[in-house]
């Protein structure tokens, strides 16, 4: 099936860093969902992108739905310990009914 | 509060036994579904559903089986015939299908089943 390519798998940084991960396909998606899921929860939804070039913050987050609509970008600025979990992305591929869901990046911080 | 409530936290069960995970949600959403996610996986559709008394199978469907015959409600059934169900079973919701909230999928906190 569709699949989505988000890297990077892994991150460690130090406090106070940014991040940045992507996510990419092979073809054109309508929608971009990011998500954050903490150890042995339910993945919280952090932004949703549903038109090319759209820009959107939330708080300290920024997400952007590329031009090309195959790609998507999820920064995070001055990182803080509760920002440590697994991100998701996720997305509605054109013509398709359901959302696929990349692999996830895991960020690891150290104080 | 609106929101997505999963039981139990943890399931433990003997192999061979079939198992029951609830999934409700009080936010007034037609379409609800049913993934999976393995360790340092993604998540993989199981089942879901955009309307009551309608579902249709996911992408990993083989060995379960759900019923959707109130708005709120969407059990899933693990089966004896699923050959691995140990994992983090997650339930979602979402707004029905055509609006633009219909992507933005909300999810329970989860059960985690172990098989025995």
């Known amino acids: 099936g569709q699949q989505l390519n988000q890297s990077p798998q892994s991150m460690f940084i130090q406090e106070g860093e940014d991040v940045s991960m992507n996510c990419t396909s092979s073809?054109?998606?309508?929608?971009w969902l990011w998500y954050k899921q903490d150890p042995g929860e339910g993945p919280v939804l952090l932004i949703a992108?549903?038109?090319?070039?759209e820009l959107t913050s939330n708080g300290r987050l920024t997400a952007q739905f590329g031009i090309t609509r195959k790609d998507s970008f999820l920064n995070i600025s001055a990182s803080i310990p509760s920002d440590v979990g697994i991100y998701f992305c996720?997305?509605?591929?054109?013509?398709?009914?359901?959302?696929?869901f990349g692999q996830g990046t895991r960020l690891t911080i150290n104080p | 509060d609106g929101g997505i409530t999963q039981s139990p936290k943890y399931l433990f069960r003997k192999e061979g036994q079939n198992v029951t995970l609830s999934c409700e949600q009080n936010?007034?959403?037609?379409?609800m579904y049913w993934y999976r996610q393995d360790p340092g996986q993604g998540l993989r559709l199981i089942y879901y559903?955009?309307?009551?008394?309608?579902?249709q199978k996911g992408d990993i469907a083989e060995g379960y089986s759900v019923s959707r015959e109130k708005k709120e409600s969407f059990p899933l059934t693990v089966t004896s015939a699923q050959k691995n169900p140990t994992a983090f079973y997650l339930c979602?919701?979402?707004?029905?299908?055509?609006?633009?909230?219909?992507?933005?999928?909300?999810f329970g906190p989860g059960t985690r089943l172990t098989v025995l």
């Open positions: 979602a919701s979402s707004l029905p299908e055509g609006g633009r909230g219909y992507n933005e999928q909300f």
């Open positions: 073809s054109i998606f309508n929608t």
């Open positions: 992108l549903y038109k090319a070039g």
């Open positions: 996720a997305g509605h591929p054109q013509g398709a009914q359901k959302l696929v």
């Open positions: 936010l007034n959403h037609d379409a």
């Open positions: 559903s955009q309307i009551v008394n309608d579902f």
